[in-house]
Nanobody, 125 residues
């Protein structure tokens, strides 16, 4: 059974930095493309970033380019999301997701098979 567990979300001041982690178990981690999504109150879940199986390719939503960095450590079965220059509009529940069906890295939520429970990031101004 594949399990994803996010951590690292908390209340932050605008301008600060935060690193989210997502630990994966139940299958070979390197078989998964990994993605981060977020959902703000009253809004739909949106793509944030994604990374290929061995980290060679990364993708970002335009709204986070230059501030967010996705990375992974296949030895630790963990994917990370580094968030810099936090803004109040980054406030959301952040979810990590995994999929292993596609050759290319998907950037839509319906392509991902496994999801974590989410971690709350709140940014005050």
């Amino acid at each position: 059974q594949v399990q994803l567990v996010e951590s690292g979300g908390r209340l932050m001041q605008a301008g600060g930095s935060l690193r989210l982690s997502c630990a994966v178990s139940g299958r070979t981690f390197s078989s998964f493309h990994m993605g981060w999504f977020r959902q703000a109150p009253g809004k739909e879940r949106e793509f944030v970033a994604a990374i290929s199986r061995f980290g060679g390719s990364t993708y970002y939503a335009d709204s986070v380019k230059g501030r967010f960095t996705i990375s992974r450590d296949n030895a630790k079965n963990t994917v990370y999301l580094q968030i810099n220059s936090l803004k109040p509009e980054d406030t959301a529940v952040y979810y990590c997701a995994a999929e292993s069906k596609y050759g290319s890295v998907p950037r839509t939520s319906d392509a991902y098979d496994y999801w974590g429970q989410g971690t709350q990031v709140t940014v005050s101004s």
